[in-house]
């Protein structure tokens, strides 16, 4: 009954699965206890200097402004004077124990490519829910109502992925930044399924509120 208040229609095509399974690329992720690092897929650069190939780094763990940083990289280390995957690091060595420039060998292959991969398709995946989210709206017997559910949907989802990103940060950073990683990203995906399902069911009651309320006018007041 698709004015029945307590039922959420939910249309067949909607775009809550890639939204929670991508989103985590899109949003930086805080990590509790660490004066300010988050999960991120983009660097954030301290300078206006930007490499005129863009950053060869898979993933960062980062403060705001990109001086206190974690990234896994491959490419020439300075250290070992051979091209491979190795950390570079600036002022997080208390947080990981990790020292600038430490080579990770193959091992570090598997880490670097999922990282990577997740990356792109993550963006991809956000892309693909909001296009399905956009076209339920244009498919919607009520496209007011099914926009109203889609808006508060996604910022819901971004809302819960930081929330269980941050909490999935924090379950696994004395694990190392393999372990923070996942744990913030499987944090991030779980909180924004459930957050999308919630806003979603938030913005329909309150557009049926919205559409089942009269507003009446004041009374226009004489001026003596």
Not at 145 to 165: D, H, I, N, P, Q
Request: hydrophobic share 40%; charged share 15%; glycine share 14%.
């Amino acid at each position: 009954m698709e004015n029945d208040a307590t039922e959420i229609a939910v249309p067949p095509l909607h775009g809550e699965i890639p939204a929670a399974l991508g989103i985590g690329a899109a949003i930086r992720i805080p990590i509790p206890a660490t004066h300010g690092l988050a999960v991120e897929f983009r660097p954030r650069w301290p300078t206006q200097w930007r490499p005129k190939g863009g950053t060869t780094s898979s993933i960062h763990f980062q403060d705001r402004t990109g001086r206190r940083h974690l990234r896994l990289d491959y490419g020439y280390n300075a250290r070992s004077k051979s091209w491979e995957f190795h950390w570079n690091q600036k002022g997080t060595k208390a947080v990981f124990g990790i020292e600038n420039h430490v080579p990770l060998g193959e091992s570090g292959r598997t880490f670097y490519l999922a990282t990577k991969s997740y990356k792109y398709f993550g963006r991809v995946l956000v892309l693909v829910g909001a296009t399905l989210d956009g076209i339920s709206i244009v498919q919607a017997s009520q496209p007011i109502r099914r926009a109203t559910e889609v808006v508060s949907a996604w910022a819901l989802a971004w809302v819960g992925c930081r929330v269980g990103g941050s909490a999935g940060a924090a379950l696994t950073l004395a694990a190392g930044p393999a372990a923070l990683a996942a744990g913030g990203i499987g944090g991030c995906i779980i909180g924004a399924g459930l957050s999308y399902r919630a806003g979603a069911a938030l913005g329909a009651r309150v557009y049926q509120w919205l559409n089942g309320t009269s507003f009446r006018s004041l009374p226009e007041m004489v001026q003596g």
